[in-house]
Nanobody, 115 residues
Framework: QVQLVESGGGLVQAGGSLRLSCACSRNILSSNEMSWYRRAPGKQRGLVARITTGAITDYADSVKGRFTISRDNAQNTVYLQMNSLKPEDTAVYYC?????????WGQGTQVTVSS
């Protein structure tokens, strides 16, 4: 069993920054790819960023150059640094891990960007 707990969401003005954290209940980061997804109002959940065990990263085109995913294996925590936020980044952000073939999601953290 794996628990993922997101934090760091909130209300920010356009152009501002937030850093999301995803704390994992088990030491899975060193052996698992980790991802951030988001669900905007009226839209399906979509991939935002992911990081492999070798720290290779991949981003959705809409966030490239603005968001940075990172991991701290010692702290069992994944981060999503979000800069130059736009109103269209408003969404619930979820942490995701595939652990031995089973999907695990956090409860989500709300990010609201005002114009």
């Amino acid at each position: 069993q794996v628990q993922l707990v997101e934090s760091g969401g909130g209300l920010v003005q356009a152009g501002g920054s937030l850093r999301l954290s995803c704390a994992c209940s088990r030491n899975i980061l060193s052996s698992n790819e980790m991802s951030w997804y988001r669900r905007a109002p009226g839209k399906q959940r979509g991939l935002v960023a992911r990081i492999t065990t070798g720290a290779i990263t991949d981003y959705a085109d809409s966030v490239k150059g603005r968001f940075t995913i990172s991991r701290d294996n010692a702290q069992n925590t994944v981060y999503l640094q979000m800069n130059s936020l736009k109103p269209e980044d408003t969404a619930v952000y979820y942490c995701y891990a595939d652990y031995f073939g089973s999907p695990y999601w956090g409860q989500g953290t709300q990010v609201t960007v005002s114009s």
